[in-house]
Structures are given as structure tokens and as C-alpha cells.
């Protein structure tokens, strides 16, 4: 079974720029979440969807927001881009919205000048 | 404040030798899963614990749940340098999604 994938891996942004980042789950995985990982502050959670509704939601500014298609794959996008954003930007795949078993995909790394 | 402590922060060693990380908290928690990540990929999970005292063994991994399930350990038995990477814990409370400690860096040396 194929693992999550995560489009793109690198990403090199300016600041005040928006970014779309796009996640495919696990097949029959319902559940997607995403994270932020930086040195500082570790894997931070950001939100987690599950039929195409947002079920639970990190302590993130409104700049940060999400979405979930029909087919579970799920994108977040970043507006007006802040040099702090720059972090590895994790998702990850679950069966159910409650389920605490999660696979990540690679990430994608996003670098802000 | 930090839900979940892991320590030490970093741990370097030689391949052969044991070694034992720590995941402590003053919550309790449902369930705590160990997850291994290598540079420039994404966390894989190792094991989920969920009862209380329970001991889990991977091949040369153990993992053990505080009986009060508010700690965890993983024991390396024989570390090869292919279990280098950052081991996270990830604490399950309730409805919420889990929380991840900030990790143990571990390098194992040939």
C-alpha cells in the first residue's frame, strides 16, 4: 500500500507571499493532519480534517488554514508568509478522526526570505 | 509549558552499546506511541502502548508504559548505527490529537 505523499518537498518562498501545500493520504485513510516541525519548537499541531470538515485545530494564526477534498487528500495553505514559517510541514494519515496512530509523510520543507 | 518531557536531548554513542530514553509527563494519558525520524523524512511510528505496565519488544526496541501511564522508556539493546535518528513520543488524551515531545537526538557511531 502506497505511503502519504506530500507535494512539493522544497519550496522556496518571499515574505508576504501565500503558499499551497498538498497531501495525499494513505488509501482508506480518512483522517489527515498537519504539523509544523522546527528546531525550536518542535512538531506543533496545526489542524485535522476528516469528511472534507476540520475536526480539530491547533493554537495557529488565521494565516494558516486547510482544506479536505471528497477523496481524503487534503491541502494547506500559508498567506502573507512570515520568516518564522519557515519549518518542515508535516502531514499525516489516520484511519478515523480519533484514531492516535498516525503516518507522516516526508514533509515538505518550506524556506522563507 | 512542555506536556511531555523526553531526555536526555541528545545521546551519542558507540554501535554495541545499550542505551534507554525517557518519556515523562504529570498527565495521564490514553494510549503513547514512539515514533523514529531520519533527517529529511517524516516521524515513523515504532509501537503504540496503551495499558498500564505494559512492555512491548520490537526486535532489539523495548518499549515499557508507566503503570500510572504517564511515562514510557525505550530500551535499545545492541545499538547499530542504522537506529540513529530522532525518537518522539506522542502522548493521546481524550478527543484531542496527541502530543509530541520535543524528541531525543540519538547518534550511534560505527
Known amino acids: 500500500k502506497a505511503g502519504v505523499t506530500q507535494t512539493p518537498r522544497y519550496l522556496i518562498k518571499t515574505r508576504g507571499q501565500q503558499v499551497t501545500l498538498s497531501c495525499s493520504p494513505i488509501?482508506?485513510?480518512?483522517?489527515v493532519s498537519w504539523y509544523q516541525q522546527t528546531p525550536g519548537q518542535g512538531l506543533q499541531f496545526l489542524f485535522e480534517?476528516?469528511?472534507?470538515?476540520?475536526?480539530n485545530k491547533g493554537n495557529f494564526p488565521g494565516r494558516f488554514s486547510g482544506r479536505q477534498f471528497s477523496n481524503s487528500r487534503s491541502e494547506m495553505n500559508v498567506s502573507t508568509l512570515e520568516l518564522g514559517d519557515s519549518a518542515l510541514y508535516l502531514c499525516?494519515?489516520?484511519?478515523?478522526?480519533?484514531?492516535?496512530?498516525?503516518?507522516f509523510g516526508p514533509g515538505t520543507r518550506l524556506t522563507v526570505t | 509549558t512542555q506536556l511531555l518531557e523526553q531526555s536526555p536531548q541528545f545521546l551519542s554513542i558507540q554501535e554495541g552499546e545499550n542505551l534507554t530514553v525517557y518519556c515523562n509527563s504529570s498527565?495521564?494519558?490514553?494510549?503513547l506511541q514512539w515514533y523514529r525520524q531520519e533527517p529529511g523524512e517524516g516521524p515513523v511510528l515504532l509501537v503504540t502502548v496503551v495499558t498500564g505496565g505494559e512492555v512491548k519488544k520490537l526486535k532489539r526496541l523495548t518499549f515499557q508504559f508507566g503503570d500510572a501511564r504517564k511515562d514510557s522508556s525505550l530500551h535499545i539493546t545492541a545499538a547499530q548505527p542504522g537506529d540513529t535518528g530522532l525518537y518522539l513520543c506522542a502522548g493521546a488524551r481524550g478527543a484531542g490529537k496527541s502530543t509530541f515531545g520535543d524528541g531525543t537526538t540519538l547518534t550511534v557511531k560505527p
Open positions: 488509501s482508506g485513510h480518512r483522517s
Open positions: 480534517y476528516f469528511s472534507e470538515t476540520q475536526r
Open positions: 498527565s495521564v494519558f490514553s494510549s
Open positions: 499525516a494519515s489516520s484511519l478515523e478522526v480519533h484514531s492516535y496512530e498516525q503516518y
